[in-house]
T-cell receptor
Framework: GDSVTQMEGPVTLSEEAFLTINCTYTATGYPSLFWYVQYPGEGLQLLLKATKADDKGSNKGFEATYRKETTSFHLEKGSVQVSDSAVYFC????????????FGQGTRLTINP | SQTIHQWPATLVQPVGSPLSLECTVEGTSNPNLYWYRQAAGRGLQLLFYSVGIGQISSEVPQNLSASRPQDRQFILSSKKLLLSDSGFYLCAQTSGTGAGATNEKLFFGSGTQLSVL
């Protein structure tokens, strides 16, 4: 079945450091790929998405590129801020719609000033 | 805007006891509603989804059940909890209606951390 694997956390960085959170997937067909973020005390919210190979999703300085050849969707940001501290989830959905979202285990990110 | 109320935030229950987690949503009529669970070290797993009152689809066989007695109310239940039911439970909704909802508009509640001892 479909699955998503994220890099193990927690990840701790200093402010203005470069961030990469790795995500690889296994899926049949052509899934859409997502990054969700959960800030402390809040629910999950969509951060960015890509729906086909070579698409780049971006939002709030974060980027991720849909790489079909390596089945990856790594999350990157050039200069992180303390306010980026949160748990990040990589996810995919098959062609069958929203109810088939499959999530990775989440990566906790802490940014120190 | 969509608002999801989920309670309680944390819950500790003994094995064999019943469970009832409630989720209510605001902002959209006839939303698609979902229950997800995250077990320790694992990704979020879809448990149930509902496209309307009284309509429940189960994704995995388990010790839990779900009901939707009202358009904006989704309840997760168990008659007898197992240790393996421990986890973080999230209620979610889509902003679209019915089968046309798109997954990028999925909104999540703040979750319930359930510990079964």
């Amino acid at each position: 079945g479909d699955s998503v694997t994220q890099m193990e956390g927690p990840v701790t960085l200093s402010e203005e450091a470069f961030l990469t959170i790795n995500c690889t997937y296994t899926a049949t067909g052509y899934p859409s790929l997502f990054w969700y973020v959960q800030y402390p005390g809040e629910g999950l919210q969509l951060l960015l998405k890509a729906t086909k190979a070579d698409d780049k999703g971006s939002n709030k300085g974060f980027e991720a590129t849909y790489r079909k050849e390596t089945t990856s969707f790594h999350l990157e940001k050039g200069s992180v801020q303390v306010s980026d501290s949160a748990v990040y989830f990589c996810a995919l959905t098959s062609d069958q719609g929203a109810q088939k979202l499959v999530f990775g285990q989440g990566t906790r990110l802490t940014i120190n000033p | 805007s969509q608002t999801i109320h989920q309670w309680p935030a944390t819950l500790v229950q003994p094995v064999g006891s019943p469970l009832s987690l409630e989720c209510t949503v605001e902002g959209t009529s006839n939303p698609n509603l979902y229950w997800y669970r995250q077990a320790a070290g694992r990704g979020l797993q879809l448990l149930f989804y509902s496209v309307g009152i009284g309509q429940i689809s189960s994704e995995v066989p388990q010790n839990l059940s779900a009901s939707r007695p009202q358009d904006r109310q989704f309840i997760l239940s168990s008659k007898k909890l197992l240790l393996s039911d421990s986890g973080f439970y999230l209620c979610a909704q889509t902003s679209g209606t019915g089968a046309g909802a798109t997954n990028e508009k999925l909104f999540f509640g703040s979750g319930t951390q359930l510990s079964v001892l």
